[in-house]
């Protein structure tokens, strides 16, 4: 059984920064794609950054230049640095790999449970 459990959400002021973390656990092989989406209220989950071996990592326009993503593979871990914190930026952020290779063979994808980044004065 596989796991992703996230850490770091939080409340924090407009203009502030926070460094979200994920680390897998479970039969894991490899993880080639590690990523990181997020969910407003009434809006629909959508992917705010990705990492995938030695690509240069993806970002959303709404995140570029704020926003950085880096992984430990040596921890299966991902983390999400967050600077100049925006209200928009209000969401569960998720926790991602959908190409989770584990010790029976299977390719599948993960989830997290989500974790709450609330950005207000």
């Known amino acids: 059984q596989v796991q992703l459990v996230e850490s770091g959400g939080g409340l924090v002021q407009p203009g502030g920064s926070l460094t979200l973390s994920c680390e897998a656990s479970?039969?894991?092989?490899?993880?080639?794609?590690m990523a990181w989406y997020r969910q407003a209220p009434g809006d629909e989950r959508y992917l705010v950054a990705s990492?995938?071996?030695?690509?240069?990592?993806f970002y959303d326009n709404s995140v570029q230049g704020r926003f950085t993503i880096s992984r430990d593979d040596a921890k299966n871990s991902v983390l999400l640095q967050m600077n100049d914190l925006k209200p928009e930026d209000t969401a569960i952020y998720y926790c991602?790999?959908?190409?989770?290779?584990?010790?029976?063979?299977?390719?599948?994808?993960?989830w997290g449970q989500g974790t709450q980044v609330t950005v207000s004065s």
């Open positions: 991602n790999s959908p190409d989770v290779l584990t010790t029976n063979g299977r390719k599948s994808m993960y």
């Open positions: 479970g039969n894991i092989l490899r993880m080639d794609t």
């Open positions: 990492i995938r071996g030695r690509y240069p990592p």
